[in-house]
T-cell receptor, first 112, second 114 residues
Framework: DAKTTQPPSMDCAEGRAANLPCNHSTISGNEYVYWYRQIHSQGPQYIIHGLKNNETNEMASLIITEDRKSSTLILPHATLRDTAVYYCIGPFIYNQGGKLIFGQGTELSVKP | DVKVTQSSRYLVKRTGEKVFLECVQDMDHENMFWYRQDPGLGLRLIYFSYDVKMKEKGDIPEGYSVSREKKERFSLILESASTSQTSMYLC?????????????FGDGTRLSIL
């Protein structure tokens, strides 16, 4: 299975940008990188995904390095409600219908 | 908006009981999944389904079965519940292009087997 590496925890001040890094050095050329988050006692929430180009949606931006070995999720103006565990997901395994492999994630604490 | 609904947030059952966990999605998705999530073990895939009446085993199918009689509904069945099946159960769905379509999750069912 492809592996992803994330820092275990990060803090961010409310209103500032939160930049969450992820290393995925074993990713291959046609495999996407996905980001999810999980707020305590809730199911994981999809945030964004990308292949090569940077992506932006209403929740976040995703910056993928040119060699695709790492990416950064950016929450432009973090709020207290963004406190959660953020998961950078390795590629789907096609022969198992797209199994998600969650690592330990980064626990983001947004502080007033 | 995407909606995956699991029938119960919290459930308490006894050892040996047959337990049904229900999941409904309103997005007309072809793929549906059942995971369990335990501290330190992450998400583990139990079963998934590509289409009505189709099912595939995931990593940990033992002690579980599934049913998909309608496209929008995917049920997880614990044939004879055991304490080792105490866990958070998560249902997810995704559109057919499973390599590039995100999975959307319900809020989970926290199941306790006594």
């Amino acid at each position: 299975d492809a592996k992803t590496t994330q820092p275990p925890s990060m803090d961010c001040a409310e209103g500032r940008a939160a930049n969450l890094p992820c290393n995925h050095s074993t990713i291959s050329g046609n495999e996407y990188v996905y980001w999810y988050r999980q707020i305590h006692s809730q199911g994981p929430q999809y945030i964004i995904h990308g292949l090569k180009n940077n992506e932006t949606n209403e929740m976040a931006s995703l910056i993928i390095t040119e060699d695709r070995k790492s990416s950064t999720l950016i929450l432009p103006h973090a709020t207290l409600r963004d406190t959660a565990v953020y998961y950078c997901i390795g590629p789907f395994i096609y022969n198992q219908g797209g199994k998600l492999i969650f690592g330990q994630g980064t626990e983001l604490s947004v502080k007033p | 908006d995407v909606k995956v609904t699991q029938s119960s947030r919290y459930l308490v059952k006894r050892t040996g009981e047959k337990v049904f966990l229900e999941c409904v999605q309103d997005m007309d998705h072809e793929n549906m999944f059942w995971y369990r999530q335990d501290p330190g073990l992450g998400l583990r895939l139990i079963y998934f389904s590509y289409d009505v009446k189709m099912k595939e085993k995931g990593d940990i199918p033992e002690g579980y079965s599934v049913s998909r009689e309608k496209k929008e509904r995917f049920s997880l069945i614990l044939e004879s519940a055991s304490t080792s099946q105490t866990s958070m159960y998560l249902c997810a769905s995704s559109a057919r292009d499973r390599g590039h379509q995100p999975q959307h999750f319900g809020d989970g069912t926290r199941l306790s087997i006594l």
